[in-house]
Structures are given as structure tokens and as C-alpha cells.
């Protein structure tokens, strides 16, 4: 076993339980200012943290890495104790990370249904023939050709798939009542703010992911919509769910979290259960701004 499987294998939480996602020394800079330095923490399987902290602090960098969108200048990133960080974010998705983004992402275009089948995309087999071919770019005109073949003129194999779509686009809608159920073929741009984030959140969901990534999934809701969404947060957490959440309105951090990590100029300041880290003074100090020692 090799000294990063060795870290992986350590205890999450205090429990015995080995992470589902391990993060080891996370570094990375922007014109030599560190947005993310030495940022180390775990998610067990069915766990709940949130990353918390100022503004600035570095809380969707972080997120950013993990997920591959931009990548880091040092550190590790594991999941299930395979490295995950030199893959491209179309890999990471496939191996089982989804997310949401800070600023709602949502194909105006499209419908709320094929919204969240978009989300399905890296769970094709049928609708993607030689699809690893993609990952080689002098030859990723074959699986867009064998895509289109497919889309054209489809398998059996792809009609059964494509009935997998259907059945799991419409459980992830009824997830969100009359919220989203009777809007499944209205145009997302039709839909309010909170809609269309409650969309982005359902395409997330919808391949079942091992680890369920979410930006700010409250940011500009009022408190009746944000009630739904830790209600929504609770059930995922009920249903055993790994959820690594980044979130400003902290009673919501709290109520749903299992940890959480603190974030400060980059780096990690205070770690552990949610009423540990309220009492921590260093917190306290981060947010407001308090000297220890002055009033």
C-alpha cells in the first residue's frame, strides 16, 4: 500500500469507516496570490460537510478542483483511494461527482425534462458507442459519429436505455413536487430563480451520484424556499447521500451538516462537528473580524 492508500484508509469522523473522498495538501495559486493552500479534509460515505468561510476565503476554488474544473498546482485528490485530480471533469463526472454551480446553470433552451437528462449523459452505454475514444482527441470524431448513428437510427439497446432516461428524469422531477413535475416541458428559461436552481439540483441527482457536489444551492432564495431546500438536503442526508456543500446561510450549515470545515485565506482554520466549530473563537474572528483579546 503505497503512503497516499495508506492516508486514505485513516479514520473519517472517528469512525472506521474509509473516505469516499480524500483531499491531501490542495494548493492553488492565481498571479502567486493562493486561493486554496494546503487545504486538507474527508467525506465519508453518507456524510454531510460543509465548507464554510468568507467571502474570498476560497470555499468554490476548492470545489472547483475537486471536480476538475480548473486544476491544482499541488495536493491529491482520491476517490474511493483512486486519484482522481489529473482527470478531466467529464472523467470525475464518470467516476461519480456531480455538482451544482454558485451561479445557476440551466440550459434556457431546453426543457426542464431534458434539463435534467442532460445530467445523464455520463451514465449512456448504448446512446455512446466508443465512447473512451473521446478522451482521444485526434479520434473524438468516431464517438460523435457513432452518437449520431445511434440517435438516428436506434438500438434496441438504445430504446431500453433511453426508457431509463425517461423513468429516472421523471423521479428526480417528482422529488420536487409541483415545484418542477408539471413544468417538465416548459422552456427553463419560463421557470422563476428558485426553479431553476431546484433544476440544476435535480440533474445533479439524477445519475445517482456517489458524491453530490452543491454551490450555494440557496443563494438568492427567500426563507420559505430555502425551508424546502434543507427539508430536500435532510431526505438525501436520510437516504445515505455523500454531500459536500458549500453554503453562507448557516443555520441551514448546521441543521444539515455532519462537519464542517472552515476556510480563511485559503486555508483550513477550524474543522469538526457543527456546534464545535460555532464555539471555535477562530470562527468568530474570521467572520467578524474580533482580535482574541479585544472586545
Known sequence: MTETQAATAQTVAGTAIPPLLSVRGLRRTFAGLAAVDAVSFDVAPGEVVSIIGPNGSGKTTTLNLVTGAIPADAGEILLDGRRIDRLDPARIAEAGIARTFQNGRVFGALSVAD????GLHTTLRAGRPARRLSTWFLLRWIPLLAELAVALVPTRAARREQARIEAAVAAELDRFGQRLAPRRDDFAYTLSYANRRRTEIARALA????LLVLDEPTAGMNPSETAEVLDQLLQLKAEGQAILLV???IDLVMTVSDRVVVIDGGRV????RPDAVRRDPLVAEAYLGRRRGKA
Open 247 to 249: 453554503e453562507h446561510k
Open 207 to 210: 445519475p445517482r451520484p456517489r
Open 269 to 272: 482554520i477550524s474543522e469538526g
Open 115 to 118: 434539463n435534467v437528462a442532460v
